[in-house]
Structure formats: structure tokens, C-alpha cells
């Protein structure tokens, strides 16, 4: 039977707990370290646990450690994971925030430091105090930023490291911060959440020649502009109207004098879809539009193409588990049972491909706007900036609301939940 103590006492309770851990964040935060590059992270967070009384398994996929803590006879076994990478972003200047980057040109813009944080405080709640029958793994990853780099991202390097065979999983959660939703909100979502991620370069090759005679080159300037239009029908007339899809055009190189007509354009694509069948036909079409456009102009187009994250898919039965703790925790009216997909990527999609589960989100805080005269001023508060902004920072509230909700969460799946998740699925 589960002897775990009332949701609001359990909330409060973190609260009381959150002050250490918060200054573990900004510590964190002073600290950033980039993908593949966070020794110092990973070696505070293993410290920890082993002192908590985790197994600990360093270096996994990289710079990645896993916690793992057995409690009873339960045969079940959840996965809980964090980020850890911070972004080569140049924090923002202002007053108000001692624990502002110490190193120029990187930061935590993301949270990642808030989301260590969180499950941290939850670990350490659960090995004192633990109320559950089975085994935990605790999952702090590297390099969740780095989509598409040789090798692969964070999640993608565990898990070609063995991470689901060395630590098995029925289910896997995550959680992330997202600005602009009240602080400490809670929102879940069944069914693609988070959008494919996918890079395409495109190489336009032309004659060059000289500006005043046109006649004598192949322009791919002029090739470049027509299919950069051309693109964007794709979204428009190709991709069902009930279907999300992006097609970005993010940078466009060509030439260097206004006199001369270069040989080549090159175009960089970013590509989002939330459906796999959509994420194809993108990729076709991008193809095809191409090699035509081109065509029609008479010069040769070349693709790169580089597939990114995948569709983040949340299962039924764990997503509805995960709603229920968090009402139970939190009650109605702070928890969105049913948010809005969002065409940003993360590379937990490579997990739930593997093993059912959710991830959701925790409101930073309503975003406020700044005008110029804040400029130089103190640093906004969070919530003010959206993630990747040099402005940005994490809710130190949410220490304790997360962590809250990961005790909670064990508690339900290895406890209550024992058979009903697979009933379920």
C-alpha cells in the first residue's frame, strides 16, 4: 500500500528543501558548459547521488551519468530524465543576478541548469524517504543542444552507448521550462508534441560572369530568390492544411561584388514537421523543387541533407498517468491536460522511440515586455525572455514544483500504477 504523504504536504515539503538546491542551480548557471564539454556538471551531480546512495555510472554516451536506486521486490523500472548543456550564447549585462556566467560566451539559456536542479532535489527526497517498489533510473544527459552534429546528440550518444540495455526502462519522462506559461503550470500533451528537426543545404551552381552582361552567365542569384519563393509553397499547397509543417530559409550566400555574377548560391534550410508521413514528404519535395528550379534556369542544384531530431510522440498511458500527478499535486486549475504541439525539437524523441512515456512542460513565468528604456537596467525576471535569449533565466520556484512532481511520479508508477500502465497501452 502506498504510505506517501498528501500531495500538498509533499509540495510543501520540497519547498522547505528547494533553498540548497536553488543555490545548486546558480552555481550551475555561474558555471555553463557546453555539449559533450560538462565535466564539471557531471561530476557534481555523480557526487551527489553516490552520497545518496545511487549506483552511479559515469561517462555514458560522453560526459552522461546514470543514477539508479532499487527500493522493494518491484520488477518495474522508470527512467527520469535532465539535460545538462548550457548554449554559446553571450549572457546578457544588468544588476539584479549574481549568478550571471562567469565564462564570456556561453550560458544557460535553456534551463538546463533549472531541469538538473529539479530532478536533483527529487533524488535526494526519494533515496531518504523512498516510497516506492522497483528501480529508478535517474538519467542526466549532454548535449541535448546539439542536434544534427556528427556522431549525434546527447540522447542519441547514450543510447549507442547502451543506455536502455545497461538501464531498461518501461517508461521514460522529461521535463522543460517554457517561458510565457504561468509559473509552476503544469502541461501535458498525448500524441506528437515537439516537431521533427531536419537540415538542408542547397548549392545553386551557376556561370559566373560580369554584372553588366548577363547573357554570357547562368545566374544562380536569381535562381536562388525564385526557389527561395518556391520553398514555401511546399507548407502551402503540398503538406495536408491540418498538418503542421516549417520550411525556413535561414541564410542565403552568394556573391561578393555588386559588379559580378557569382558561380554558386548556397541556401540553409531548417525543416519541422509533426508528422513522420509529413517529415518525408518535405524532404521529397525540397528535392524536386530543387533540381527543377534550378533546372529552369538553367544551372545544377545539389542537396545536403542532414536529418535532425525526430517527432516527439508521448503514449497514451503514461501521458495520462503524468496528468493524473500532476492534478493530484497541483489541482485543475494549474495543470493543461491537453497543450498545444510545438514545432521546436528535442532529442528525448529518440527515447520515446524506444520506450513509452511523456514529457511535459513547466510554466517559467508570463513573458512582460521590455521597452527600450529597460535597456541596461536590471535584468528582466523569468519568464520575461524566451529560451535561447540572452536574457534568459530559470524560476527558481520551479526547484521545488518539479521536484515535487518526480517524487510523486515514482511513487504513482512504481507503486499504484504496478500492471496498470501495460493494461493501458
Not at 562567469?102 to 550560458?107: I, L, N, S
Not at 506559461?181 to 516537431?195: D, K, N, T
Request: a negative charge; one cysteine or more.
Amino acid at each position: 500500500m502506498n504510505t506517501a504523504v498528501d500531495a500538498g504536504v509533499l509540495l510543501a515539503e520540497m519547498g522547505r528543501a528547494a533553498a540548497p538546491f536553488i543555490e545548486l542551480r546558480r552555481d550551475l548557471h555561474r558555471h555553463p558548459e557546453l555539449g559533450f564539454a560538462e565535466l564539471r556538471t557531471a561530476a557534481i551531480v555523480a557526487e551527489r547521488l553516490a552520497a545518496w546512495g545511487y549506483e552511479v555510472t559515469r561517462e555514458v554516451g560522453g560526459t552522461g551519468v546514470v543514477g539508479r536506486l532499487r527500493r522493494g521486490g518491484g520488477s518495474r523500472s522508470l527512467g527520469l530524465r535532465a539535460d545538462m548543456d548550457a548554449l554559446p550564447i553571450q549572457e546578457a549585462e544588468g544588476e539584479g543576478r549574481p549568478w550571471r556566467s562567469r565564462h564570456a560566451g556561453r550560458m544557460h539559456a535553456c534551463g538546463h541548469d533549472g531541469h538538473t536542479a529539479m530532478l536533483l532535489a527529487a533524488a535526494e527526497r526519494l533515496a531518504q524517504q523512498a516510497d516506492f517498489s522497483g528501480t529508478l533510473h535517474l538519467i542526466f544527459q549532454p548535449a541535448e543542444e546539439l542536434g544534427g552534429v556528427p556522431g549525434g546528440s546527447g540522447a542519441q550518444r547514450m543510447l549507442a552507448d547502451g543506455l536502455l540495455q545497461r538501464f531498461p526502462c518501461d517508461a521514460v519522462f522529461a521535463m522543460h521550462n517554457m517561458p510565457g506559461i504561468p509559473q509552476g503550470r503544469l502541461v501535458l500533451r498525448e500524441g506528437a508534441a515537439m516537431a521533427s528537426s531536419d537540415y538542408a543545404t542547397i548549392t545553386l551552381h551557376g556561370v559566373g560572369g560580369h554584372g553588366a552582361m548577363p547573357q554570357h552567365a547562368a545566374d544562380p542569384v536569381v535562381a536562388a530568390a525564385s526557389l527561395v519563393m518556391a520553398l514555401q509553397t511546399i507548407v502551402s499547397r503540398n503538406v495536408d492544411p491540418q498538418q503542421t509543417a516549417v520550411v525556413t530559409v535561414g541564410a542565403l550566400h552568394a556573391g561578393q561584388a555588386h559588379n559580378v555574377i557569382p558561380a554558386q548560391a548556397t541556401l540553409e534550410l531548417s525543416v519541422r514537421a509533426l508528422d513522420r508521413g509529413v517529415r518525408k514528404l518535405l524532404e521529397q519535395r525540397i528535392h524536386t523543387l530543387a533540381q527543377s528550379q534550378a533546372e529552369s534556369y538553367g544551372l545544377r542544384a545539389e542537396v545536403a541533407w542532414k536529418r535532425g531530431y525526430s517527432v516527439l510522440v508521448n503514449t497514451p498511458a503514461e501521458t495520462e498517468l503524468a496528468r493524473q500527478v500532476a492534478l493530484e499535486l497541483l489541482g485543475p486549475e494549474q495543470v493543461t491536460l491537453q497543450g498545444p504541439a510545438l514545432t521546436g525539437s528535442e532529442d528525448f524523441a529518440f527515447l520515446l522511440e524506444q520506450v513509452p512515456g511523456s514529457y511535459l512542460l513547466i510554466g517559467n513565468g508570463e513573458r512582460g515586455e521590455r521597452t527600450a528604456a529597460d535597456e541596461g537596467a536590471a535584468l528582466p525576471p523569468p519568464g520575461a525572455c524566451m529560451v535561447h535569449h540572452p536574457g534568459y533565466d530559470f524560476h527558481d520556484d520551479n526547484v521545488a514544483v518539479g521536484a515535487a512532481f518526480w517524487v510523486r511520479l515514482v511513487e504513482r508508477f512504481l507503486v499504484d500504477q504496478v500492471g496498470q500502465v501495460d493494461q493501458g497501452r
